[in-house]
Each structure stands twice: as C-alpha cells, then as structure tokens.
C-alpha cells in the first residue's frame, strides 16, 4: 500500500525525475510501463551508502511483471530487509529516445540509473533475449564484457532457466546462479554488502560469488550445480505486487508445485526444476486469501508445470472454491493433463465465471507419445475433452510440437485425426471450437533429446504445409509458430562462447525483441551468422553421444547417464512410469529424505477453512467464451476506450432506504472525486478503469456487482483522460447493496501513488436521470518542459554531436534556426550513450534537454511562423489559440476529422508558463488536437495537460457534477 510521505510526492516528482518523465516518456508507445506506481512494494528503495540490487527482465514491463521467478526473488530480498528495485528491457522507440538525449536506462521504482546500483542480477528465460541484454548493459554505460569492467561499476550476474547453458552471452556476466535462486540471491547480497563496506576489490567480490552454493564464476568456478530450494510455509507472498499498467495475466498467480517427474524427453522444464516439491494446502489457501484482500484481483491461478498433479488437488479445491464464490473471483488452471480432467476440476473451473481450458496432447499419434513418454492414451485425451464439452464448455485450446525425433507423415495425419474426433464427439452440447497451437521441436540441453538434430527451416515448413492441407474445419484456429523464430532458438539453445561475436555484432546492427514476430529480422541474422562462419543447418545439426557437452561445468541434479537411458528408451518407444506412482528411476535429483519427502503436500487446513457446503453455479452462466484473451502486449489504446463497465452517468436524486435492493432494484450510488497526476498521468483509461475496480474490491465496501458471465463492480467512470494528460477533479460513480460508511479515507489508503480522493458523496438513487454529453472541460497547459527543450536548444550549449549555436549556423548533425528552434537529422550512434555519473540530479541537464529538442525539431518550413516561441512559448501559444479560436479555422484532429473551435477561450496571466483551455465537449477539439496543428514537429509532447475542471449543462446553467447531487438533495428537501 502506498505509504502517506509517497501520496505528496507527485507535487516533487516532475523535479526529481527531469527530463524521464516530462520528455522522453510523453511521446512513446505506452509510457505506463516505464512509470512504477505498484502497490505492495516490500522492498527497501534505492540508498546511497548501501548495498542496492536491480532485478532486471530482458524483456517489456508487461511479460516481465507476470514473471513469478523475478517476484519470488524480489520477495525474498524484502525478507531479508535488502534494498532492491527492477527494471525491464525499452522497447525500440523508447531506447531511441534515450540515446538521442544522452539518457540512460533506468529503474522503475526511483528512476536510478542502472549503473548506480551495486548488483545487477538479470533474469533469462528464453534464448532470444539475448540481444535485448546487451542492449541494456550497454545503455547503463557499462563494457558489455565482464572483463572490461572497472572497480566501482556493478556486478553483473544472470539467472534462469538459461543458465543452463549460458555460453552464447557468458562473458557478459560476471557470475551465473543455477537453479532457484530464493537462498542463493539473498545470500549473494548478504556477502557482497559486507565486501562492500570493507572496500574489496572486483576480483575479491568475485570470489567470494565463486563459493555461494549453485554460482558459477568463469575463470574461477570449474563446474557449479543447480542449487535446489525446499518450499516452506511462508515462501509465498501475501501481499502480491499488484501492477497499475495493464500486464499480460492480470490475476493472483499462486504456486502449488515445482518441479515435475512426468519425464517428458522434450521438457526442459520437467528436467530443470527436479526434484519435485508441494506446497502445504494451509499456505496455499493463506497466500489465495491474503493475496485477493491485498491485490483486488478477480482471478485465481494455480501454477506448476501440471497443476493436477497436485497430491491433495481435490482437497485444495474444495477449500478455496468457498473463498472464490466469497469474492466473486474466478480460478485458472493453466496446466492440466487431459486424464485428470475430472468432474471436481470441471465444476472448480466454473467458479463464478467458466475458465478456459488447455490441454497438451503435443503428438497425435500413440507411437509418438511414447516416444517423448507423454504418457496418455488417445481414449484419456478424448474422455477429457468430454468431459470439458458437456459441462457446457465450447471452446478448448490444444498444444501440440511438431519436427519430434522419429516423427513420419502418419504422425502428423495423426494430430489431423484427434482435432477431427474432438470437433464431432458424441454427446456435446453444442458447436465445438478449437484453438490449436503447434511449436517446432527444439532440442533443449539437459533433456533425453539434447544430442538429437532440430528440424531445418525449409524441412519444417514443408511439415507445417502437409499438416494445413489435412485441417480444412472452420471450427478450428490453427497457429503455427514460425520456424525462424524456432530455428534462432535452436541455434542459441545449443550454442557455445563461438557465439559471443554474433551476438556482439547482432546487437551493434539494431537487432532487439527477437522472440517477437514482427520484430525478427532473420535475413540480418543469417547474414551476421555468415560473417562469423556459421550456417544455421550446421547450428542445428545434433551432437555426437560420445563426446562430452560444453555446457556440463552447469550441472543439474539430473545425471547424464539417466538422460542417455531415455534416449535410448524414447528409441524404443518405452514409457518410463512416473515415480510418483512407480519405482525410483534413479535419476539424481533426490539426494536426501527431504528431497522425496518435499514431493507430498501436507493438509494443515484451518478448520475455518474447510467447508462441505455444496457448491452451486447459475444455470444461465453461458460456458462459451474462452477466457484466454490473445493480448497485444506493445500498446494500449489509451484516450477514448471504451471501459469495460456500466457505461452511463446517471446520478439518483433520492435518499436511499436501509433495507438491501432486491437482485432487480438500483442500489444506493456514491460519488468519488479524484486526482490523477504525476507518473499516473501515463495510464490509459482503460488500466484507470482496472485500478478503480481492484480499489473497490481492496475497500470491503458491499459492492453490487453485475450479473452474468463475467461478474465486475457495478461502476461508471466519467468522461476519459487522453495518455499523458493529468487530471484533478476526474470522478467516478459506484453503485452498492446498502448504504455504507464511504469516505476518502477508505480510498486513499489503498490507491497508487499518483491517485488521490478529494470528495465522496452520497447515497442517491439512480432516477432523475443522466449527466448530458453537453459539457465544458477546463484545461491548463503547463509549458515548463518545452521551455526547457528550446532554452537548451538556442543557448550554444555542447550537446557532443555538435554545437548547437543560437544564429542559426549549420551544426554536425543539424540547423538550428534563428529562434532557437532545431531542425535536421535524429542523432543516431551505436556507442554506449553515457558514462556511469549520469542522471538528471548531477548531469547537465541542458545537454540532454537539448539533444531531445534536436529529435522532436523536424522540419520547420516558415521559420517566421514560429518566431517568438522560444522566448515565451506559453505567451506564443496563447496568441496562437486565440487566433484559431477566433478565425472560425478548423483544427484536423488525429483520426483526421475537421474540428471547429466554436465557443473554445483561452486566457493566460502574466510571466505564467501555463494557459488555460476552456473547450465545449460536443464536437470540439481536444488540447492535444490543437497543439499537434500549431507546434513544429513533435514539441507537442512536451506541454503537460492538466484538466482542472468539468462543469456539464443542466437547465441551461453549467454545473459541477458534485454540485448537481447536492441540487437534488436540497430539491428534495424543499
């Protein structure tokens, strides 16, 4: 929760964060996911004087912050009172910013640089992020090797699944963690903060590394081992991390199991995280519980690599499914095998509202599952699809692998046949719609298949055209996913340090978010490839049994010797039975009683807890949505969606009675007035509309929720912000069950940073009628940041790339104008961008404002037209708006429509950096609209709009909205 001294700090927050937040941040593609503002933040922020650890994800805010390994790790930072921040990879248009300006990457939470902190512990979870660590490194100042690093710049260490065979980027880190990392870490940090304080060397702080159980060191470690976590009571955190930007699975993630002795030849996973591990019921039903009072989530998901597994699933079910109904909160159960799909699990998934389904088959044909030890039958697939479809399910999601070991044409009519039984299965209810997704086989280190060939590029293909041709249903989506994508992972999954240079050279040549489709480029990797000596058949090419594997100094629990014996057994197509329920197969990854031991969940449910009462689900729930949303993860509208809630502002202007309205009755309705503002001005309306929501269910207010398939506080939210704009007398209306003690207070305990109730009234009843759309909005348009930009492009300050002189002389890399205005070419350069002491508290601060003036410059076309602007932009945008306003001229806005400026005003007083806007909302132009007509380039972005005022029309007076409730009472009273 946010804390009282961090509530004010948005009034400090523009001057601390510089240049970050009020010019790089406006004019990129969903600033929210560089801006904090989380709630239930344990840890410790950054400290001068004290040891500080960045958690870093090598890829967008949005994947990253549903990442649980880097939440477990931070966690266990907070635990031990540690100083810790993360940080995440910018997205392309970010990074340009940023090195135009002479910036730097930065942490979240307080906008350090990243070269500041002392540790800097990066996450890899997937081959292709790679280049996109680089890419960090080298925009925190810092040599992308290890070994050019100097005394005083951060260690730099790497973790995850990767680190199994970390030898494309090793000499990028200074250390490596294998396995779970939530005692080594803390135990790292623990060490280094006390080498820290008696002055030891790089070298010393490596050694000391070099000793940690499960850190591997180069040139000093021989071989390290996975280090393994046994999970205690208590591990799981129970006030989550909750996001205000929108993230990819925006739920409360629980994990009940780690670990998996299924023994799939292909799973990397099921190899890496053994032994396998249980959570006890009671810890799990604590941290749901805890977990949904803290966060306001509406969804449950319980995680592990199969989540039925589970030794005690039927009685962790029945536990929460009481707790679920409570709240109105739905449950997810993201990992299921198709014969543990049971009435019980069935009817959990139906929870308030139906969960989709995932089912993973991976190959269509017996044979081959065998071959991999799937371990199901055909007849086990299809009675859990059926069981799925008749409890009134429509739509199921399959996974299947493609280009296995030993996979023959049959396999793939194989895959054809199973999709075709499960659309026409007997007994279904209705229509059956199946979302199919197929992966080429990529043959992971560690695994029974890791001597095995991968599948070429042309091979796969042709595979993928043979498998299209045979599924011609229009009840069926099928997604393949492209080979180049698979082939690179390939390439890297197996590689050695002959690497490093290509991904050296990957990176210098603009080669960034590789795992994402549109961002591939593969031609410029084959290319790089090429000039290296590689080709990617020969990459892709199998190992030889014999010869021993560079990557096995990173050892895993799992022996060698067990991995050859499932070769051979996958060869055989012998099943080998799961240890659970058959022998020990002596694979190495126990070593003690504790590690069988940690495989079986103990109960420990609080008899409050338990509960037999019969579990009931409305008849009229319809089943036939799948839940599963694909997401576009890169952007987010913002200004003008839809929100996904009662959309009307009717305001009641009766008292409301005591007694609870029935199911068809309005409820009591209260007002809430808010600010948005600071960081909190880069959420979308539709990420406002999340807060809000989890607010009230955080609150305890009886919030009356809607009714059918996906039940949500029954709210509407006032007219939206544009992404960017503040916002100071914003409001919403929520509607509840009874009248109820609701103050400010009760929000402002609970809301982001940046978030701050001023006024709440009520109760009222929802019959006088609506707020009309005739309304007046009142803007102030502060221009302090584009007085900055254009001070430092007109005062002969040495951006470095040239000077930039105030008469308009021809510089290196531009024109600056007369009036001080830049024109020319975006600074491009591939060098790191800054030096470690960089930051907007001690740098120049008229350089980087300068070289930003330089990228939002442009063209100007008629310099005249602009004269005066840099001497007092907000007199010169005022004299501008008043000529618009009263030369009856149309402003384009940016979908292109013809705006008219009827009844808009402008005032402005003296020396004031600001102007304000009074602008009708019916048919008129936004003040963005206005100010991307009337400024050159893109030095729009760099004026902060604040509205400060909505009055709407009623009986032909304007009036404020919590005015017209105060009306009513008054008119009641009389």
């Not at 941040?25 to 960045?54: A, M, V, W, Y």
């Not at 014999?546 to 051979?568: D, H, I, N, Q, S």
């Not at 069988?596 to 008849?619: F, L, Q, R």
């Not at 707020?771 to 951006?799: M, Q, R, V």
């Amino acid at each position: 929760m946010a804390e009282k001294s961090d509530l004010v700090s948005e009034k400090t927050d523009r001057n601390s964060a510089g240049i970050y937040y009020d010019g790089i941040l406006p004019g990129i593609e969903k600033p929210s996911r560089h801006i904090d503002r989380e709630l239930n933040l344990s840890c410790k922020k950054f400290q001068e004087g004290t040891f500080n650890t960045l958690l870093v994800f090598p890829d967008v805010y949005e994947i990253g912050m549903t990442h649980q390994g880097l939440r477990f790790l931070y966690h266990k930072l907070a635990e031990k009172g540690h100083t810790a921040e993360y940080a995440f990879s910018p997205w392309p248009d970010l990074e340009k910013r940023l090195r135009a300006s002479g910036g730097t990457v930065r942490s979240s939470q307080t906008g350090t640089p990243a070269a500041l902190f002392d540790l800097i512990g990066i996450t890899i979870p997937y081959e292709l992020h790679y280049t996109n660590i680089l890419a960090f490194l080298d925009m925190a100042g810092l040599s992308l090797e290890a070994g050019d690093r100097k005394d005083g710049d951060p260690l730099v260490v790497a973790g995850g699944p990767c680190t199994t065979n970390p030898l494309p980027i090793l000499p990028a880190f200074d250390a490596i963690f294998l396995g779970d990392g939530e005692e080594s870490l803390p135990e790292a940090v623990e060490t280094l903060s006390r080498l820290k304080k008696a002055h030891a060397s790089r070298r010393e702080m490596k050694e000391a590394l070099a000793s940690i159980d499960g850190v591997y060191v180069d040139g000093i470690s021989e071989r390290a081992e996975s280090r393994v976590y046994i999970l205690r009571d208590g591990d799981l955190p129970r006030e989550p991390i909750v996001p205000s930007a929108s993230i990819v699975h925006e739920r409360l993630s629980v994990e009940i199991l780690r670990g998996c002795t299924r023994g799939c030849r292909f799973c990397h996973a099921g190899m890496a995280y053994r032994p396998r591990r249980e959570r006890s019921v009671r810890e799990i039903v604590e941290a749901v519980r805890s977990g949904l009072d803290s966060s306001g989530w509406e969804e449950v998901s319980l995680l592990s690599l199969s989540s039925s597994d589970y030794s005690r699933f039927g009685e962790l079910l029945e536990a929460l499914q009481p707790e679920l109904i409570e709240r109105k909160v739905s449950l997810a159960l993201p990992s299921l095998r198709p014969e543990t799909v049971c009435e019980q699990v069935v009817s959990a998934s139906s929870t308030v509202r139906k969960s989709g389904f995932t089912l993973a088959p991976e190959a269509g044909t017996q044979r081959l599952r065998d071959v991999i030890n799937k371990g199901m039958t055909e007849d086990e697939i299809l009675q859990g699809c059926s069981n799925i479809l008749s409890a009134g399910w429509q739509t199921l999601k399959l996974y299947f692998m493609m280009g296995l070991p030993t996979e023959t044409e049959e396999d793939l009519e194989g895959i054809a046949a199973l999709i075709n039984k499960i659309t026409h299965m007997p007994g279904k209810r209705r229509r059956v719609k199946l979302n199919v997704s197929v992966s080429p086989f990529v043959p992971r280190v560690n695994t029974p298949f890791q001597w095995e060939d991968q599948c070429t590029i042309p091979e796969m293909a042709e595979r993928q055209r043979f498998l299209r041709s045979l599924v011609r249903n229009r009840d069926v989506k099928m997604t393949i996913r492209d080979p180049h994508i698979s082939a690179l992972e390939g390439v890297f999954a197996r590689g050695t340090t002959e690497l490093w240079p290509v991904l050296v050279s990957a990176f210098q040549k603009g080669c960034r978010f590789d795992g994402w489709r549109d961002m591939l480029d593969f031609a410029l990797w084959e290319s790089i490839l090429g000039e290296n000596g590689f080709t990617i058949d020969g990459l892709l090419s199998g190992r030889p049994v014999e010869a021993p594997l560079p990557w096995e100094r990173f050892g895993l629990r799992v022996t060698k010797e067990f991995l050859l014996l499932e070769r051979e057994r996958a060869f055989e197509a012998s099943i080998t039975e799961d240890c659970r329920t058959g022998v020990c197969h002596d694979c190495g990854a126990c070593r003690s009683s504790e590690d069988k031991n940690a495989g079986k969940a103990e109960s420990g449910i609080d008899e409050d807890v338990e509960n037999d009462a019969e579990v009931s689900v409305d008849e009229d729930v319809e089943g036939d949505a799948e839940v599963s949303v694909e997401k576009d993860v890169k952007s987010d509208a913002g200004a003008g969606i839809e929100t996904p809630v009662e959309n009307d502002t009717d305001v009641g202007m009766e008292a409301v009675a005591d007694s609870e309205p029935g199911p068809d009755e309005p409820g009591p309705r209260y007002r809430i007035v808010f600010e948005k503002v600071g960081r909190a001005r880069f959420l979308s309306h539709r990420e406002l509309v999340n807060i809000i929501q989890r607010t009230l269910r955080r609150s305890g207010l009886p919030i009356r929720f809607t009714a059918g398939f996906h039940p949500h506080p029954k709210m509407s939210l006032g007219p939206s912000l544009p992404v960017g704009s503040e916002g100071t007398e914003e409001f919403f209306d929520v509607e509840l069950m009874h009248e109820a003690d609701v103050s400010i207070e009760l929000f402002n305990k609970s809301l982001p940073v940046g978030f701050r109730v001023t006024d709440c009234k009520g109760p009222f009843l929802r019959k006088v009628g609506r707020l009309p759309e005739d309304a007046i909005f009142t803007y102030t348009l502060d221009t302090t940041p584009l007085i900055k930009a254009l001070a430092g492009s007109s005062n002969g300050t040495n951006t470095g790339n040239g000077v930039v002189t105030g008469n308009g002389m021809e510089t290196e890399n531009g024109v600056v104008t007369g009036n001080g205005v830049v024109s020319g070419n975006v600074i491009e350069t591939g060098e790191p961008a800054i030096t470690t002491e960089i930051d907007d508290k001690w740098y120049d601060d008229e350089v980087q404002w300068s070289r930003l003036g330089k990228e939002l410059g442009e063209s100007r076309g008629h310099l005249e037209e602009y004269k005066g602007l840099q001497e007092d932009p907000a007199a010169w945008l005022a004299g501008r708006f008043s000529m618009i306003f009263t030369s009856g001229t149309p402003v384009i806005d940016r979908r292109g429509r013809e705006r008219i400026c009827e009844g808009c005003s402008v005032t402005r007083e003296d020396d004031s950096c600001s102007v304000e806007l009074r602008l009708p909302s019916v048919g008129r132009p936004g003040p963005l609209d206005i100010l991307r007509n009337i400024l050159p380039g893109k030095l729009y972005e760099l004026v902060i709009i604040r509205r400060t005022g909505l009055l709407f029309r009623k009986d032909d007076n304007y009036i404020h909205p919590m005015d017209l409730i105060d009306r009513a009472f008054q008119q009641r009273e009389t």
